[in-house]
């Protein structure tokens, strides 16, 4: 591991703003803070809202400073990523913003029953091989579930005109209602503060003239969802710097992994 990552893992085992949790901490089994973030840990009863897959933490500090009465919360496992958002909303004292370095697969040990009232996509990987690995899957729509009331509103910012297309086939397949459906973002009359805050990644694909794409959609009353039984044409777009592979075909499609 490079020393500049010791060095960040180190700093943050220090940041008051970082909740760190061992596999054996949270594996069938709940984190203390379970159902009490508001109370215990950010002590205010504020709506609380999640950045999953959060990265360098862009949109849990900027939402922070742009709501003082809500509380963020940005979840990663990537720790040197996730030190910039933690060291910047720890050096301005945003005291509504926090950081829990977790994998999303336990994302229901760490949150209780209608605990959370927003969820913020931002650029996950669309995973065009495996569907449960999807952050938008009827996989983690059932965790999400957990925590989330019937009216909890869920943000999908992305690149990937395979992620978009099959999250909005999904969100229709299973009746959820769509408040914002945009495949054109910056083309759109949607953009205001909120949308505008740019991860490390949007600002790259929009350099390449890459359309961002929004969808906004409630959570519903269900606890079980369909998956979509269609195919989705894989993004073909080439960038090394974060995981593509040179387009190949498979059983005669174009397709490109991530």
Same mark, same amino acid.
């Given at each position: *591991? ?9 700093? *943050? +085992?220090?940041?008051?703003? =970082? ?14 803070? &379970?159902?009490?973030? &508001? ?41 040197? !990523? *996730? ?5 910047? +909303? ?7 913003? +926090?950081?829990? !370095?977790? !994998?999303?697969?336990?994302? $229901?040990?760490?949150?209780? =029953?209608?605990? =959370?009232?927003? =969820? ?6 669309? $995973?065009? &091989? ?14 999400? !579930? ?14 990937? $005109? ?13 009746? /959820? ?8 973002? #910056?083309?759109?009359? #949607?953009?205001?503060?909120? /949308?505008?805050? $740019?991860? #490390? ?28 039984? &269609? ?24 397709? +490109?992994?991530?």
């Amino acid at each position: *591991m490079a020393k500049n990552k010791l060095k960040k893992f180190a700093e *943050m +085992a220090t940041y008051k703003n =970082v909740i760190e949790s061992e596999f054996e901490d949270v594996f069938n089994k709940d984190h203390h803070l &379970k159902g009490k973030w &508001k109370q215990d840990y950010f002590k205010n009863n504020h709506p609380l809202v999640l950045e999953l897959g959060c990265g360098k933490g862009e949109y849990t500090v900027g939402l922070a400073r742009l709501y003082p009465d809500k509380n963020f919360i940005g979840i990663d496992i990537k720790g040197a !990523r *996730m030190h910039k958002g933690a060291t910047e +909303a720890l050096e301005e004292g945003l005291t509504n913003a +926090a950081f829990l !370095r977790t !994998r999303i697969e336990f994302i $229901q040990s760490f949150f209780g =029953v209608d605990e =959370v009232d927003e =969820v913020w996509l931002t650029f996950p990987d669309p $995973q065009m &091989k495996k569907s449960t690995k999807r952050l938008t899957s009827s996989f983690f729509l059932k965790r999400y !579930r957990e925590f989330l009331s019937p009216s909890s509103v869920i943000h999908l910012k992305t690149d990937s $005109q395979f992620l978009y297309e099959y999250t909005l086939e999904l969100v229709k397949l299973n009746h /959820l209602t769509i408040e914002v459906n945009c495949d054109d973002l #910056y083309h759109s009359d #949607y953009v205001d503060s909120i /949308l505008s805050l $740019q991860t #490390y990644y949007e600002s790259k694909w929009l350099a390449k003239g890459i359309p961002i794409k929004y969808l906004k959609f409630y959570m519903g009353e269900e606890k079980s969802w369909t998956e979509p039984d &269609k195919d989705f044409e894989f993004d073909i777009y080439h960038n090394k710097g974060r995981g593509y592979r040179e387009r190949n075909v498979i059983d005669g499609r174009k397709t +490109a992994g991530r």
